[in-house]
Every structure is written in structure tokens, then in C-alpha cells.
């Protein structure tokens, strides 16, 4: 399969422009800003077949490969990625390390370790999803790289409900772009139709789509404009002479005429 360059991959934007994303019927989330819509990518399909700086793998504890999308990245990266995996000594849920991305057409492959979910205590599962999205993107500003593209932690074999996953996933992702000025593109991969449906619902309560047309925000620079204008229209006027001056002129004329 040819790769998939990361300028190619659908921004936020771009899909609302398109109508293959729609607003959200529910009330968007607090806090929820269209700023970052050219900076979120979305794509369904095979993560390994994105040239983008990092892919992320939902690894295991052990990092020494597993089903799933670990199984593919393993494979379709060769067998050098094990090599490299087996000298870091695992790995902690909540966590991520780095790697070489080798026969892959991204740049690195950051490997991070996922909650299996528990619906018992799901404050520890979202505390640990939340450390795998933190900690990668950290990893990604840290090695320099400019685009990071996300399979679903946890949403597989670990069995994290996928809405709650897209939940924690968007929210910890845009807390992260809202502080950093590096990153250009954080795309979330999706493969299963749940997952899919998923973030199509999430997105935009954290996205939401820019409702002002460009006619709207230039008709909206312009008010500003006329309202700054009005305002110095209101300011009293520039003094023409040097109010030290007109004192001292003043004595001066006192003294002249007591003498
Ligand atoms: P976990 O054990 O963390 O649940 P899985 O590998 O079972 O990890 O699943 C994580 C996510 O990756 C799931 O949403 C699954 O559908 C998805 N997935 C599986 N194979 C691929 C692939 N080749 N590319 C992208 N995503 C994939």
C-alpha cells in the first residue's frame, strides 16, 4: 500500500468543509474551540501506512510485540523493531518510550501501554489512557517530530468502551495543543466502525466546526475597527503646546509685570 504523506491526511477543517463531519447536536464541552481545526488530522485505516513523524502502538507491558495493531506495526516494520524493543526493559501502563520506525514510512514508532479497562475503577483507566496521550505527545516535541498519528489505545483487546476512550483522547489532546506551539498535525487513526462512530460524535464537542464565514469575520474586523476608531473619537484632543510651557510663560509674564 502506497503511503500516506501527513499533508494528505484530512484535517479537522477540511472534513467540516466537506460536510463528512457534521457539529455535534449536544453542547460542546467547556472550553471547546475551533482553533485547533487544521491542526487535528482524522483518518480510517492501517496506521502503518502513514509517512508521518511518529505512529503511536498500543503496546504491552513487555513491548515484545502482540496482536492487534502491535501485531501489525511489528510486521510491516520488520524484525529490527523487536530488536530495539527488547533492550528498553518494558514499559509502564500510563507511559510510552521511543523507537526507530525501520522498513515503516514514518519516522518513529512511539510504543505506549494502555489500561485494560476496569469498569470497577474506571478513574484508574482514564488516569492511565490520559498518561499514554500526555506522555507521547511529550516524547514527540522532545525528538522533534512535527506530526503524531494516534491508533485507539486501550479501545481493543483492552476493552476501553470507545466513546470514553474518544472522550479522553480529545480532551487530553487539546489541553496539550492549547499550551504547545510545535506539534502541526495530531491525527486520531481509526479502524473498527466503532471507533469510527466514536470520534465522528466526539470531535466535534472539542472541535467544533468554525461557524463564521470568512464574509462574517471580515464584517467582524471591520465593527472592531469602527468600534477602536469611535473610541479615540471619544478621547480628548492631543494638547498642542507644552502644558510646562504655557506655565512658565504665565509667571513669566507675572514676573514681568511686578517689576
Ligand atoms: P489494546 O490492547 O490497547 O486494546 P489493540 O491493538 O487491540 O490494542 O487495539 C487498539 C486499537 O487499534 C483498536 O481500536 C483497533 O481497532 C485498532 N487497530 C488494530 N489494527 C490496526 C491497524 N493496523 N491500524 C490502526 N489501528 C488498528
Redesign the pocket.
Known sequence: MAPISAADIPTLSLLYKLKKLNASRLAPVQGATPTHNDRIGLIR?????LQVGAIV????NSLLG????????HR?AGPSLLAECRTLNGCQTGSSKITSAYSLPCKKVIHT??P?YDDIRPDNSERALKGCYTSSLNLAVKNGLKTIAF??????????P?LD?AMVACETVKNFLDRDKTIDKVVF????E??VRAYNQVLPRFFPPNTKTSTEQEKAAEEQKAEAEAKVGQLPDVPTTDPADADYAQKKQKHENNK
Open positions: 485505516g492501517d496506521i502503518t501506512s502502538n498500543a503496546a504491552n502482540g496482536g492487534g495493531v502491535d501485531g501489525a506495526i510491516a501501554v494502555g485494560i491508533s485507539g489505545i486501550s479501545t481493543g483487546i483492552y476493552g476501553y470507545s476512550a487513526v481509526t479502524f473498527e466503532k471507533d
